[in-house]
């Protein structure tokens, strides 16, 4: 099936057209800045944009940084704080005229690397944390994803963790790639130390520079980017639309 997969993030909102399938973007991914405020109404809008872009027709899968229970917004960490208790499906259905339907960000980008990436055919416990604006995370035991788990808001230091070894955190307080990563290997032995993952995924833009602090890790679970690197969360977002279209399909 193919599916608009959108990301959207504090930063950027970013789609491109997934058959589900192979796990395959077609054609070029576009991206559109994410407005300030990141208000929902201004957010919408922006979707609408994209869509426009792809002059698309079809269902729409959105991965979304908060906390999201049956459709509905429960936080709102690097958006506009207007968007708790917003359904963001609704408002995105109605803006855009398509039927769209909104997961976590970070559970998108999980589902993708779980289906066709690095996690594929892992059983135990494999963790995906997604490095951007924030941190996002997705915890999958035997291949079954447990949503919503926001563990960039851990404590770490006197902070909570995303203000301490995000990527954003990195270029505002011109970390070295070396200090960055000693920041982020505490943060990740925290995880260890609580969860005893059997695997990390890292992903967001930052996994594409993997190289550039891989050597300042030391966990005992292994630690890999994610295959699909920055496109994990667009691939994600159109699983998740493609499993409610089969649910609502078979509901009728």
């Not at 359904?87 to 289906?115: H, I, K, W, Y």
């Amino acid at each position: 099936m193919m599916i608009l997969g959108v990301d959207i993030g504090g930063s950027g909102i970013k789609g491109a057209i997934v058959d589900t399938d192979s796990g395959l973007v077609i054609g070029e991914r576009h991206r559109i800045a994410t407005p300030q405020p990141a208000t929902p109404a201004a957010m919408a809008q922006t979707l609408k944009q994209l869509v426009t872009h792809f002059d698309w027709q079809g269902p729409i899968g959105c991965g979304f940084p908060a906390t999201i229970h049956h459709g509905v917004a429960f936080s709102a960490a690097n958006i506009d704080a207007s968007w708790v208790n917003t359904s963001v499906e609704e408002l995105f259905s109605q803006t855009t005229g398509r039927p769209c339907f909104v997961l976590n960000d970070a559970d998108a980008a999980g589902l993708a690397e779980m289906r066709f990436g690095q996690g594929r055919n892992r059983d135990g416990v494999v963790m995906l944390i997604t490095i951007g604006t924030g941190l996002g995370s997705a915890i999958f035991v035997n291949g079954q994803l447990h949503p919503n788990t926001e563990l960039g808001h851990l404590k770490m230091k006197g902070r909570i963790a995303e203000h301490y070894c995000s990527d954003a955190v990195r270029q505002r307080e011109d970390l070295s790639w070396g200090k960055w990563g000693r920041r982020f290997n505490r943060y990740l032995q925290r995880l260890e130390f609580l969860f005893n993952p059997d695997l990390f995924i890292l992903g967001g833009g930052t996994a594409q520079r993997f190289d550039r602090f891989e050597e300042e890790l030391h966990l005992r679970a292994p630690v890999v980017p994610a295959q699909s690197l920055n496109q994990a969360g667009i691939i994600g977002a159109a699983l998740y639309a493609e499993e409610q279209v089969d649910k609502h399909s078979n509901l009728s």
